[in-house]
Every structure is written in structure tokens, then in C-alpha cells.
């Protein structure tokens, strides 16, 4: 090369790096120290052991902003509305997290929507029997989001949601991209279409050590028999299923729609009706021409409860083009006396394969599945150290295997869904001084550490 040449590529570097690092350049653009310090801190799970596509949002935090900086909001009445509510938190406009200094059953009179990015709900923070969120339709449209430790029920009463819309939790990304959505430690139950659902463009979501349960399968649905657990929509892509339990669902165990990418890893399956892989494992598509659907499906325990049989394969596939994969490992089916090997699937069209993973996975390492019931009946739902009495009633439910079908909302003994119905009473609140100051051993802000501290 010339030496004018060389010169002026040297020249070159130099001025792209002072002015790159020049305080003109800082003063246009923001500080590149601080930007690199947000990027940085987006980096960190958005607790200790996240886990799953989603586990790096910052949520609420505020960590993404060169200054973390998280509006508090402390939800101070069961109220459905109005100030020191529940619905003004999850409605507000800026980055936020969300405690509580009470407990209780909150009854939102009406479906619930976010909008607004960057939101943590901490359930944690509620003493007692925790929080329980009745409402028509919990929907989730914008990015960002951890909802952890309380419970949603919807249930069948006369209100402003029509029956097929009626969802426990809807990821809703007709209008705009939904992503990087935590779903950590709830229960979801008593929906009369899907207990969780996707639709349109969603990607980078978890649901981690949750429950999924009791979807009302004879209710209100024009479609009769509809007891729904999880649908995975068109498109979806990036879906973490990890440590949870689906519990008395008719069928969707889940669904997994074209063109979706899924792992469903360690997850016990509790209590489906019908007589095929189709209430189980379904992944169908609707037309011929869409892209293929990529599942890791490892690790998971399946029982059989009083409506469905033990000697079917746990996978349905069906109608799907070529290209389509799925990996399926360590899946076991319990029946009367022993246990199946699971790693079967009805009328397979497609490659389904034991030796490679069908598409790159979030890095989540799956327990042996001898162990899975132990560790799931321990950790799943809001707030294992300090359990609401609903959660262990699906837990004495699956272990008896006596958990049967729901149909309809009303008194235990007559075989329905029970009502949240318990005692509210006050949170023992100890926040930090300084909720936004960010400890440099860890990254964290004060505030996301004080709510770690939780079991």
C-alpha cells in the first residue's frame, strides 16, 4: 500500500476516534459512558437465575436508561380503580414497578390491558395469602415485562368480555411487537377460552415455574367444550415453557401453531381429557403454505387423571410443511403401575429427532425427570416459601390424582371451580431509602435487590 495511502487511513481513524470520544460528541448524542453502562446492565438477568428467552428484560427496572430510574407504586387498596389501585400502576406511562402493602383478592370488574413498557408487578411483596387478580382477560400488549408471584382467575360471571375472549393471560401483538415477557411464578386459572395464549407478533417470552390450570371446560364458550390450557400462536417465535404445571385442562397442553419456535422443558402435565396426543401435545398448522414449527420438548412428567388415557403418544402433529423439526428427550408418561417412555408421537409427518437440537435454545438445563416432581410440587406458584391454600389444594390434587375437569365456578364439594375467597391484610413494606441507586457488586438497583430477598 502507498505511504499517502496509508497516512491517510491512519488519519482517518484518528479523527473517527476523536470524534467519537469528543465532548461535542457527548453533548449531541448522550454520554457514551453511560449508554455503554445501560447496554451493559440489560446484560443481567432480570433476577438471579432467570431463565428462558426472556430472562435478560429489564423489566420495571429502569436499567435500561443511562440513569436507572423506576417510578414506585404501592398498590395500597383492593380497589378496582383509582389511586393506590392495582390498575393505576399497570396503566401508568413510565418505566415502574409495582408492591404491595396489602393482600388480597382484587376484583378489576372488567378485562385488564397493558400498553406501556418496562413494568415489574411484584407479587411477592404481598403478605398473607398473596394476591389474587380477578379480572376477564389479563392482556399483555407492549415488551418488557415481569409479572411474578400472585394469581389470575377469571372465572364465569356475566360481564363486559364476551366468552371467546375470556383468556387468562393474552400476549397481544396485533398492533404492535410484544417481547421479552416474564411470567414467573403464577397461577392462571378459570378461563373459559386458553389460560395462556400468543397471538400475532410475539417473541422472547418465559413462563417459569407457574401454574396453568383448570381452564372451565363446559361453560360459556359458543363452542361447548372448551377447557383450553396454552396456545401458542402463528408466528410466535422464542417461547419458553420451563418448571411449571399444567393442571386439568381438557386439551392445548399446549398448542403450538405454524411458524412458532418453542422449548418445553421439565414441566409436569396433569389431568387432560380426550383420547389422543391432540389433548396433550398438539402442534397443528391451518394452511399449507406457512413456515415450519421448531419444538424442544425435554424432561417433561405426564399423569393421566380421571378423564384421559396413559397409553397414548404425548405429540400430535399435523399439517405441517416440510421443514418442521422437533427434539424430544426424557419425556415419560405415569400409568396405573409404570412409567411409559413418552418420546412418541402420533402420525408423524415431519423429521422428529433424538440427536440434535431443531433450533438454538435460551441455554436452560433440564433436571433429570425422575426428579421433576419433587422440585416442581415445591417450587411452582406464587410464593412457595409462605403457599396460599389454593395453590396446595392443585398440588394435593395432581399428587392424589384425583383432580377432575372444571365446568363452572362454584363450591368445591360440588365438584367446580371455587371463587378466590380469603382475608386481606397489610404487607410488611421495608423499601430502600434509595430505590434507584444501582450497587456496583451486583448491577442491581436497590429495589430490585429488596425484592430478590423474597423467597
Given amino acids: 500500500m502507498p505511504v499517502q495511502s496509508v497516512r491517510l487511513l491512519a488519519l482517518t481513524v484518528l479523527f473517527l476516534a476523536g470524534w467519537l470520544l469528543s465532548p461535542a ?10 449508554v455503554r453502562y445501560a447496554a451493559a446492565q440489560t446484560q443481567l438477568p432480570v433476577f438471579p437465575g432467570a431463565r428462558g428467552f426472556a430472562a435478560f428484560t429489564p423489566a420495571g427496572s429502569g436499567r435500561h436508561t443511562p440513569s436507572p430510574r423506576s417510578a414506585l407504586f404501592i398498590v395500597s387498596n383492593l380497589n378496582s380503580a383509582g389511586p393506590g389501585s392495582l390498575r393505576e400502576a399497570l396503566e ?25 413498557p418496562y413494568l415489574t408487578v411484584a407479587g411477592q411483596t404481598a403478605g398473607g395469602q398473596g ?3 380477578v379480572t376477564e382477560r389479563f392482556e399483555v400488549a407492549t415488551h418488557d415485562v415481569l ?16 366468552p371467546s375472549e375470556r383468556d387468562g393471560i393474552v400476549l397481544n401483538g396485533e398492533r404492535s411487537p410484544v417481547y421479552n415477557v416474564m411470567i414467573y411464578r403464577l397461577l392462571i386459572e378459570g378461563a373459559i377460552d386458553e389460560n395462556f395464549s400468543t397471538y400475532k407478533k410475539v417473541r422472547n417470552v418465559t413462563i417459569d415455574s407457574s401454574i396453568i390450570a383448570n381452564s372451565l371446560n363446559r361453560s ?6 372448551h377447557g383450553k390450557g396454552i396456545l401458542i400462536g ?10 411449571s404445571l399444567l393442571s386439568c385442562n381438557h386439551d392445548r397442553n399446549p398448542r403450538v401453531k405454524q411458524g412458532a419456535s418453542i422449548e418445553f422443558i421439565n414441566n409436569v402435565v396433569y389431568g387432560w381429557g380426550g383420547r389422543t396426543g391432540w389433548n396433550v401435545f398438539n402442534i397443528s398448522g391451518e394452511r399449507k403454505k406457512d413456515r415450519p414449527v421448531l419444538a424442544s420438548i425435554i424432561g417433561n412428567l405426564y399423569i393421566p387423571g380421571p378423564h384421559g388415557r396413559s397409553d397414548i403418544p404425548i405429540l400430535y402433529p399435523k399439517g405441517l410443511i416440510k421443514g418442521s423439526r422437533v427434539f424430544m428427550r426424557d419425556n415419560l408418561m405415569l400409568a396405573s403401575t409404570r412409567m411409559l417412555e413418552g418420546n412418541r408421537a402420533e402420525r408423524p409427518p415431519f423429521s422428529i429427532s433424538w440427536d440434535s437440537e431443531p433450533f438454538g435454545g435460551s441455554g436452560i438445563f433440564p433436571l433429570p425427570v425422575d426428579q421433576l416432581w419433587d422440585h416442581v410440587s415445591k417450587n411452582v406458584g406464587p410464593s412457595p416459601s409462605r403457599r396460599a391454600k389454593r395453590v396446595k389444594d392443585i398440588i394435593d390434587e395432581v399428587q392424589s390424582r384425583k383432580g377432575r375437569l372444571k365446568n363452572k365456578v362454584g363450591k368445591k364439594r360440588s365438584g367446580a371451580l371455587p371463587f378466590p375467597d380469603y382475608r386481606s391484610r397489610g404487607s410488611d413494606l421495608r423499601l430502600p431509602p434509595h430505590p434507584n441507586a444501582v450497587n456496583p457488586a451486583t448491577g442491581y438497583t ?3 435487590t429488596y425484592l430478590h430477598s423474597f423467597g
Fill in 131 to 133: 394476591i389474587t387478580v
Fill in 446 to 448: 436497590e429495589l430490585e
Fill in 147 to 162: 409479572l411474578q408471584d400472585f394469581a389470575i382467575f377469571i372465572g364465569d360471571r356475566p360481564g363486559l368480555t364476551k
Fill in 92 to 116: 401508568a406511562r413510565t418505566p415502574r414497578t409495582v408492591v404491595f402493602a396489602i393482600s388480597g383478592v382484587i376484583d378489576m370488574r372488567g378485562p385488564v390491558k397493558i400498553r406501556n
Fill in 234 to 243: 402463528d408466528g410466535t417465535q422464542s417461547i419458553s415453557i420451563v418448571g
Fill in 220 to 225: 360459556m364458550h359458543s363452542k361447548g367444550e
Fill in 25 to 34: 460528541r457527548e453533548s449531541k448524542g448522550g454520554n457514551l459512558k453511560a
